[in-house]
């Protein structure tokens, strides 16, 4: 699997991406999975036509809605790099050739536009043994 220049360049902090979902869709035994793979319990469209036209696109992406908070994936954002790919060429060539920058400040995070409430922290192993098989 190969990635973009610019999708590893946000990646590393310097590019400011939106979520563009629809760049990568997904279609299983129970349909085409609404609006990325990661979110499970969206539910599922019966066509791609409806995916597309019944999906509340603009309620997904990162500041969008708190199940996509700190979501960096290739599904979301990739697609937003091929456009930027597309849209400033040189811009792209040369990230390829220097590689993603290290220093320096970092792309500002986009605006949260949900209401913030409560939320739950995420559980962490503190023993990585109880995850090993029994012999």
Known sequence: MTDSSLFLDFLAGNQPYECTPWSTPTRNVFGWQKPCYLLVNEGYAPSFKALMEDTDWENYGT???????????HCGYEGSAVDDVFAHPIKAMLVSLRGP???????????????????????????????????
């Open 63 to 73: 500041g969008k809605n708190p199940k996509c908070d700190n979501c960096m994936a």
């Open 101 to 135: 920058r290290t220093e320096g400040p970092f792309a500002p995070d986009p605006e949260v536009k949900y209401a913030r409430t409560g939320r739950t922290p995420l559980t962490v192993l503190s023993d990585s043994s109880s995850l090993r098989k029994s012999s």
